[in-house]
């Protein structure tokens, strides 16, 4: 073999020196393919190398020389090069080996054996694109610290987030790959190839503010000039406005690259496609939002080392920002980016200051791995804090969807979209891919355990023990929270603006084991799911997700206070209680809540309740335990600020059940609908709602969302109905030909079809008016989805039992419950003639316009 030689030294900082003969001779046993007749082995720097962008790592760019990636300030790495013979001639062989810095580092930083996990399992098992990796040392002492070694990738590295050099129309198709890209990695299940380990998937963002705070202050000792006490402020925003979606390993958390940007992508030599992830120090599990964010971050921003002007990117062929996440969001089956925006693109330039810190840090140690560029980090760290604070402060943070991106996403949730006519960004309702999953699951669970009970909870529910609660039911309660089926129905601006009365140790760990706070859906989102639980009347009360549970905990979400919430909405979304709503009165016409005549008086420290309210579903519920009374603490202020909201315990002394409602001959057991007397009803001062006087307005945000549910589920009845009706017309033969072979069944069958689709596109675009535009805006397409709902599912379900002559007026068919229940939702939904006038109304103050 030819003499070895070494670039070493002179060539590689002296901090980075190591034994290259150890290297050489580790490389030999444990390299695939490494030459067996070695003629030189290099191992160099290149130091002139100094992109604008700050960078961690580099794995591959067409270089003059053997190369220590110089522009990183992370794990080092050194390009290692082999020439040795060949039966052709002479062969070159190149390497990339990453370790960890020599010296003293902080605790659980520079996991280069995570990197090396990460990129074995992606390689193996997915199409997520990242070099081959050789083998992993753990052994300091080969080189003097642990190390991995991977392929070299031929390919380019756009240092550069602006792309200068490259034309127009290539500029675009850089950044779509690096959206697609992005989408692919996070559409990878983990625990399907192995890293299912790799970290907890819940309160990511919580933990990673607390490790980038320690981080930060571990870097930054008191006696260093590089310490900002912003940094604390900064820390503190951001511990409290954690999204609520960190708190549970709901759809969106999964692997995280945590370092994702266009500079960490290896591109093809000539084409416009990634070949290569890298750079995996910080890739754990997660929620993903943070990548995606972090991602952006040039579109606001020049992160750099020197520059100190930021203005973002205006090059000519760069994306907007929102035509960049449109890529994202299209490729990865998401919806638009929420209200968390501002936070987590926060969190980004907290991250960044935290890690320049550290930089700062490890060059006063003397082994940064970017050289000298490192001495200026810790004033960048200053300038990212800044501009993170100043960020918080704006109103308006999220582009809004280019024109191309409205007929494929849902624009969900956007700060200023509120204030917009209803017809800006409507989108045309494709589910989100994290919606396909859940209505999936959802599916499965309604084949393999509702339907199959339905018959034995109608049985139970025509017995002598009716009001009572069938054991199978709590079963397949708690196997609903275990598939994450669980309180799907909560939307997550509801639970945002509740997020710091919910922080308390009880629900944290409740939300964390049992996903208390649902999947963070959109109204349009949670539409498609409440769709298939309204295919059963028994089937919204398995997932916690039937009324009126669900709008007295949205009550409680909305306008309860910490005491409030810990005890009565907590054991609510465990499923642990039920509840009643107590509004509508015998003697009165309560479609006008202004009628009602219960009052609420006080004395002293308590409220005196007194008065008859019927139809209150669900105080026949043996489990319930808690009834939201709305009644009048006034009776003599002005007509609109009389009525209160107030909790009382079912079993108060005082409290009578008279009897059960029946709709239809159902009484709909062991729910029920009650009569109730109250009489001299004694509740503490502390139960009342906001405060007296503001019934109203806390029914006006009662009826939003909650009352919008009823719709979904009637398209789902409906959708039911269908069902049985083709089959049975399929299997049933009358007058010598089956019923679908008869030509006045199949047109009526296409129309109930018409209708249906109809009617599900009016209430999902009620649905996306509500997220997008609030309940006042979207009160009249609302109000169309309240009466077009119920009728639509009459004319269906009212076919389905012709369709199935006696049997279909009879118990052994659902049909009938489902009918009597859509009828009773054009009164106990509002009346038609009510939603009617606020339809006809807005129509004519648009036609003054």
Aim: proline share 5%.
């Amino acid at each position: 073999m030819a003499r070895q030689t070494s670039d070493l030294q002179g060539r590689v900082q002296a901090a980075h020196q190591f034994d290259e003969g150890a290297l050489l001779r580790y490389v030999r046993a444990n390299v695939e393919g490494f030459p067996s007749k070695l003629l030189k082995f290099t191992v160099a720097q290149v130091r002139e190398r100094q992109p604008p962008l700050m960078r961690s790592s580099c794995l591959s760019f067409p270089a003059p020389h053997p190369t220590l990636f110089g522009h990183g300030q992370s794990n080092p790495t050194f390009l290692l090069e082999a020439v040795g013979e060949g039966r052709s001639g002479t062969l070159v062989n190149r390497y990339v080996l990453r370790k960890k810095p020599p010296g003293e580092i902080l605790q659980s930083a520079h996991a280069i054996e995570r990197e090396f996990q990460v990129l074995k399992a992606l390689g193996a098992h997915t199409d997520v694109p990242v070099p081959k990796v050789f083998c992993l040392c753990p052994d300091p002492s080969i080189i003097g610290t642990p190390f991995y070694i991977m392929e070299y990738l031929e390919g380019r590295i756009f240092l550069d987030s602006s792309l200068p050099g490259l034309a127009p129309e290539t500029r675009r198709a850089v950044y779509e790959a690096t959206a697609k890209t992005l989408a692919a990695l996070h559409r990878v299940n983990v625990d399907s190839i192995g890293l299912g380990k790799l970290g907890r998937r819940e309160n990511y963002c919580k933990r990673q503010v607390e490790r980038w705070e320690r981080q930060y202050l571990l870097s930054t000792g008191e006696e260093k000039p590089v310490r900002n006490p912003r940094m604390q402020d900064l820390a503190g925003w951001l511990k409290q406005h954690i999204p609520l979606e960190d708190y549970s390993a709901s759809a969106g958390t999964g692997l995280v690259h945590g370092d994702f940007r266009i500079d960490n992508l290896v591109f093809h030599p000539t084409e416009y496609e990634v070949i290569g992830v890298i750079d995996w120090e910080l890739s754990t599990l997660g929620n993903q939002m943070c990548d995606v964010a972090y991602s952006t971050l040039h579109f606001i921003m020049d992160i750099t080392l020197s520059a100190e002007s930021r203005g973002g990117l205006q090059t000519e062929g760069i994306p907007l920002q929102a035509e960049y996440l449109a890529d994202y969001c299209k490729a990865a089956g998401r919806p638009w980016p929420m209200e968390n925006w501002k936070f987590y693109i926060a969190f980004s330039l907290f991250r960044i200051a935290a890690i320049y810190a550290g930089v700062y840090h490890r060059w006063t140690m003397g082994n940064a791995s970017g050289g000298e560029r490192a001495q200026h980090t810790g004033k960048q760290a200053n300038r990212f804090i800044d501009i993170a604070l100043e960020f918080i402060r704006l109103a308006h943070v999220l582009p809004d969807q280019p024109p191309s991106v409205s007929g494929r996403l849902q624009n969900h949730f956007h700060e200023e979209s509120r204030s917009q006519s209803s017809s800006k960004g409507s989108g045309n309702f494709v589910p989100t891919q994290k919606v396909l999953e859940l209505r999936d699951k959802l599916l499965l669970f309604m084949e393999k355990h509702i339907y199959p009970m339905e018959s034995e909870f109608y049985q139970l529910a025509q017995s002598n023990r009716r009001w009572t609660i069938h054991p199978e039911e709590e079963r397949l309660k708690e196997l609903a929270k275990k598939e994450g089926l669980w309180n799907l129905w909560i939307p997550l601006d509801s639970a945002v603006r509740a997020r710091k009365l919910l922080l308390d140790n009880t629900l944290k760990t409740a939300a964390r084991n049992e996903r208390l706070l649902g999947a963070g859906l959109s109204n349009l989102e949670y539409g498609y799911i409440c769709e298939i639980m309204g295919r059963s009347v028994w089937a919204p009360q398995i997932f916690n997700c039937g009324p009126p549970d669900t709008g007295n905990m949205e009550v409680l979400l909305r306008y309860g206070n910490k005491e409030q919430q810990k005890e009565w909405l907590v054991p609510l979304l465990e499923g642990n209680i039920r509840s009643g709503f107590a509004m509508t009165e015998p003697r009165v016409a309560s479609s006008d809540a202004t009628n009602i005549e219960c009052s609420i008086r006080r004395e002293g420290n308590f409220y005196v309740i007194n008065g008859t309210k019927w139809w209150t579903s669900g105080a026949m519920d043996p489990r319930c335990r808690l009834l939201i009374v709305m009644g009048k603490t006034d009776f003599n202020a002005p007509r609109h600020k009389q009525q209160s909201m107030i909790l009382v315990d079912a079993e108060a002394p005082g409290v009578l059940i008279r009897r059960p409602l029946l709709v239809f001959g159902f009484d709909d057991a062991p729910h029920g609908h009650a009569e109730i007397s109250f009489d001299n009803v004694r509740v503490p001062v502390e139960n009342i709602l906001l405060g007296e006087g503001r019934g109203f307005e806390i029914a006006q945000g009662r009826l939003g969302p909650g009352r919008l549910h009823h719709c979904m589920r009637l398209v789902g009845a409906a959708e039911r109905g269908m069902q049985l009706m083709v089959q049975r017309a399929l299997g049933r033969r009358v007058f010598g030909k089956t019923i679908a072979e008869q030509g006045s069944f199949l047109s009526d069958l296409a129309k109930c079809r018409v209708e249906l689709e109809a009617t599900r596109l009016l209430v999902l675009e009620a649905a996306d008016q509500l997220d997008r535009l609030g309940n006042k805006k979207a009160r009249g397409t609302i109000a169309m989805a309240k009466v077009s709902a119920p009728n639509m599912a009459l004319r269906v379900l009212d076919m389905a039992m012709q369709v199935h002559g006696a049997a279909g007026l009879s118990s052994d068919t659902v049909l009938s419950h489902l009918w009597a229940t859509a009828r009773s939702l054009r009164i106990a939904d509002g009346p038609d003639e009510v939603h009617l006038g606020t339809i006809a109304k807005l129509e004519l103050q648009r036609a003054k316009l």
